[in-house]
């Protein structure tokens, strides 16, 4: 059997649901794992049985037992890791969201291109089981016309500090978890083109700490009289929620990606874990279980891992992660605006090196 060998970028949240995903995927191995910190990156390989570990990020691309490398860092380092991958002649996996900036993008979108290696971006709800089986649902005509679809990713607040500082991440809440939304409504519809976006952003319980969005609202009309509506958080305590609701004019279907998949649990102690984002475990709790199943991260890789070996273009690419920034930046500008932003968006080139979240904070007139 052929193995590949994966290469982890990153020793987080995300990092190691990537790790515990490549564990249930014959074909791939992980071989080693990067961060800035050696000694993190030393405890991160040990815990999860992974080989070796480096603080030299680029180390790993140096490898010649190394096929894939995920990118799992900060929003602003996408670019450079990305592109020195490309060089490498590595293929990557690129968590959401593809780049802090529509320039970014663009140059990892050329540099993969250029080199001849694939470029999947990261959105694994798209591979989700629940969500697999609704879009059936829809592809098969049970709900008759689909014409809207709503999608809500909602939580407390990120892991990490870097998540809150909008020169790292490009933005708040809805450049974070607003993402999600985007791409599994595009999915489910079939990608078809967005026409306009309106959107409702605030700062509205984390403003001691952050000047970025903490809770967005966002409808988007796509061709075909076809409506997304987004609702995402940082400001819901209880752990993850992600839902959607699907509408048609024969039918509907509602899914809850977590805690439909979970014990419903009463503990007056608490205990150790209950599901992501969840900062109490007294009282009344939904205790997931496979949770990185029910999100489809061993689904997702695996498919990249057979995309690679059999030269096939992955369902979400880097260029429906460029779709996806663009609508957020179309977020952005509409919370700055007041006003619906339509398609195809118009931005300068100054704008495109900006991140989405300075079309909030200094709007450009309608």
């Known amino acids: 059997m052929t193995q590949l060998g994966i290469g982890l970028i990153g020793a987080g949240f995300i990092a190691d649901l990537h790790a515990e995903a490549f564990a249930r995927v014959p074909e791939a191995t992980v071989r080693v794992v990067a961060a800035r910190d050696a000694g993190r990156a030393r405890a991160f390989a040990d815990e999860r049985g992974i080989p070796d570990a480096t603080g030299d990020w680029q180390a790993v691309l140096e490898r010649s037992d190394v096929d894939i490398v995920c990118v799992c860092v900060p929003n602003h380092l996408h670019r450079e890791v990305t592109v020195a991958a490309a060089q490498a002649g590595k293929h990557v996996i690129c968590e959401k969201p593809l780049a802090r900036t529509l320039a970014d993008a663009d140059a990892m979108i050329e540099a993969c291109e250029a080199a ?3 470029l999947m971006y990261g959105e694994m709800i798209c591979f989700a089981p629940k969500y697999v089986r609704a879009k059936g649902l829809i592809d098969e005509g049970a709900l008759g016309r689909v014409f809207q679809i709503k999608h809500g990713e909602q939580h407390f ?3 990490s500090a870097w998540f809150w500082d909008g020169t790292q ?3 708040g809440v809805m450049m974070d978890m607003g993402c999600h939304g985007i791409e599994v409504i595009r999915w489910m519809y079939g990608r078809p083109p967005i026409e306009s976006v309106t959107a ?4 509205y319980v984390h403003g001691e700490r952050t000047d970025l969005d903490d809770h967005a609202n966002v409808v988007i009309r796509f061709a075909g009289n076809r409506v997304g509506i987004i609702e995402t958080s940082w400001a819901k305590p209880g752990g993850m929620h992600d839902g959607i609701e699907i509408l048609g004019s024969g039918g509907v279907t509602y899914a809850d990606l977590l805690r439909g998949s979970s014990l419903l ?3 007056e102690q608490g205990y150790g874990y209950a599901v992501e984002k969840a900062g109490d475990t007294r009282g009344w709790t939904h205790t997931i279980y496979e949770e990185t199943w029910n ?6 890789m695996a498919h990249f891992v057979d995309c690679v070996l059999h030269d096939r273009e992955p369902i979400v690419t880097a260029a429906d992660g460029r779709v ?3 609508a957020v930046y179309a977020a952005y500008r509409s919370a700055g605006t007041g006003q619906r932003v339509t398609f195809p968006l118009q931005l300068t080139d100054a704008e495109r090196a900006a991140s989405p ?4 904070r200094a709007p450009a007139p309608a």
Request: glycine fraction near 20%.
């Open 200 to 203: 409702e952003l605030g700062t």
């Open 265 to 267: 649990t009463y503990s």
């Open 357 to 360: 979240i300075e079309l909030w």
């Open 169 to 171: 991440s490009g933005g």
């Open 116 to 118: 001849g290696v694939r």
């Open 295 to 300: 999100y489809g991260f061993p689904q997702e």
């Open 324 to 326: 996806v920034l663009e």
């Open 157 to 159: 607040g990120p892991h």
